[in-house]
């Protein structure tokens, strides 16, 4: 029988956590020990249920069922805007992260002459879409790092009159490097330019309140830390910036009385969701907004300082079992991933003989990564270390 979902506990009632009740709700911990949430992170329990119920329902009923579905997906975007500390109309649910970094890039009422800044060690969908624009006589400036407190004035300089938006990831996919978003947005905005917050390595992880930290812009797909599955996220865009970025990929979804086929008039629709087009991923979507709802269960706060505690001592264990771990581990810049290599051998072949042992893990830009979640735990840690 299809319920509609309990009210989320407030943060105020939360229990203190207990990590192996999370770790329940992981099938995947049941075989492997798994250390690959920067890439793509196992469903939850709760998100295989729901979207097993949203097929079965989908099957067996077709289109009866459809707006309890869609109260649901709404849910979902309130449950996004309590995550980052947004409003609900500063929320379009999108794909990927892909398509939140290019309603900006596309949107924006770029001139010629105008430059983006970003740096040199994005993830590829935080750089293609902004160097795309030199199409439009749009410059995009990428910044090198080397991993240092001087990147972000290296960041700074490359800044000019004409810098309209600056592209940074919260979390660095590769190195695990974490900004602190108030202080990054205060100097971006000291330059005059506005923020565009690429999430997808820190939502789920590490709080955030947009709204407070000054962020204008922010995207994040949901198959990493937030335990969903791939093709649902969600893209915030500040309430004074909506009218700001001239709304791509326009279709019924985007107008007001989009549900009245027969009306001919064109008013869009007076919040994000204008920058959402058509029919959305609903069984991602929906799925998606189980795993939330299992999250809220759990302070963000708590589930930090979890994951750092657990990220470090996966450093202490990896440097006793001979690896050198590249990531900066300092508290204020410190993440859930850590990028290491063993001396002499090759990542890609030690990563497939780790796969073998029942570890999971990735690499990049050369190295390993290694990536826990908080339902992480000695077992795991054992797991990998004595595989190494």
């Known amino acids: 029988m299809i319920t509609e979902p309990q009210t989320e506990r407030t943060k105020r009632s939360l229990p203190a956590p207990n990590w192996e009740t999370l ?19 196992p469903l939850s329990g709760p998100a295989q249920d729901t979207l097993c ?18 109260r649901r997906i709404e849910q979902v975007r309130r449950q996004g805007a309590s995550l980052i500390g947004a409003e609900v109309d500063e929320i379009a649910l999108v794909r990927n992260t892909t398509e939140g970094i290019n309603l900006v890039a596309e949107g924006y009422p770029w001139q010629a002459g105008d430059n983006v800044v970003c740096f040199a060690d994005e993830f590829p969908s ?19 790092t080397d991993g240092t407190d001087d990147d972000l004035d290296r960041l700074l300089k490359a800044c000019d ?15 695990g490097r974490r900004w602190d978003v108030p202080r990054l947005a205060e100097a971006v905005h000291g330059r ?36 969903g599955p791939e093709g649902a996220g969600l893209a915030y865009v500040r309430r004074k910036h909506l009218d700001l970025l001239r709304p791509t990929g326009l279709g019924w979804n985007s107008v007001v009385d989009g549900h009245d086929f027969t009306r001919t008039e064109w008013r869009v629709r007076p919040n994000a969701a204008r920058y959402e087009g058509g029919t959305m991923n609903s069984g991602g979507l929906l799925a998606l907004g189980a795993s939330l709802a299992l999250l ?69 830009a050369g190295k390993l990564r290694a990536s826990p979640h908080a339902y992480n735990n000695d077992d795991d840690l054992e797991r990998l270390i004595d595989a190494l």
Not at 126 to 143: A, D, F, S
């Open 53 to 70: 119920a949203w097929a079965t329902d989908n099957a067996e009923n077709g289109d009866v069922h459809w707006p309890f579905w869609a």
């Open 192 to 227: 005059g330019a506005l923020l565009f917050l690429d999430a997808i390595q820190g939502l789920g992880v590490f709080p955030i309140d947009a709204s407070a930290a000054g962020v204008d812009f922010l995207a994040a797909d949901g198959h990493k830390w937030l335990l």
């Open 126 to 144: 935080n750089r293609i879409p902004w160097q795309h624009l030199q199409t439009r006589g749009v410059e995009c400036r990428v910044v090198a």
């Open 23 to 41: 770790r329940a709700q992981m099938p995947a911990s049941r075989r492997w020990a798994y250390y690959d949430h920067a890439a793509v992170a």
């Open 296 to 364: 809220a269960e759990y302070d963000t706060a708590d589930v930090a300082r979890r994951v750092l505690d657990v990220s470090e001592r996966l450093c202490e264990g990896l440097r006793r079992a001979g690896a050198v771990v590249y990531s900066d581990r300092r508290p204020e810049t410190a993440s859930g991933i850590v990028s290491f290599d063993v001396p002499g051998r090759n990542p890609v072949a030690l990563r497939r003989d780790l796969l073998e042992a029942g570890v999971v893990l990735s690499c990049r």
């Open 161 to 175: 009159a004409r810098t309209r938006i600056v592209a940074v990831s919260w979390v660095g996919y590769a190195s």
